[in-house]
């Protein structure tokens, strides 16, 4: 009923950038908060940035270790989240998800969505 897909990932070298993705399609009442989780081979997987569906854009969290480096936007009449990723380091490889709390219209009911997963690698 609800589908999130990521798109953006890929390889890219230790001081690069990269801008993540994910739309959320469906039966889809409202969406509430949006945010982008990561999980490292062999780690838990972690929050990375959050963003509420506020006016003025929202709130923002985000992980100490993405601050001033990554950050969360979203566009509400597209239905999408974005990551925008700068200063690269080697440990931010991870596969990336998407997650997002909505309430869809056949059910009426909040449940907590996510999405398959896209894979950033940094090295050179």
């Known amino acids: 009923q609800v589908q999130l897909v990521e798109s953006g990932g890929g390889l890219v070298q230790p001081g690069g950038s990269l801008r993540l993705s994910c739309a959320a399609s469906g039966s889809i009442f409202s969406i509430y908060a949006m945010g982008w989780y990561r999980q490292a081979g062999g780690k838990q997987r972690e929050l990375v940035a959050a963003?509420?569906?506020?006016?003025?854009?929202?709130?923002?969290n985000y992980a100490d270790s993405v601050k001033g480096r990554f950050t969360i936007s979203r566009d509400n009449a597209k239905n999408t989240v974005y990551l925008q990723m700068n200063s690269l380091k080697p440990e931010d490889t991870a596969v990336y998800y998407c997650n997002a709390d909505i309430t869809t219209l056949t059910t009426m009911r909040y449940s907590n969505y996510w999405g398959q997963g896209a894979q950033v690698t940094v090295s050179s």
């Open positions: 963003i509420t569906s506020g006016g003025s854009g929202g709130n923002t």
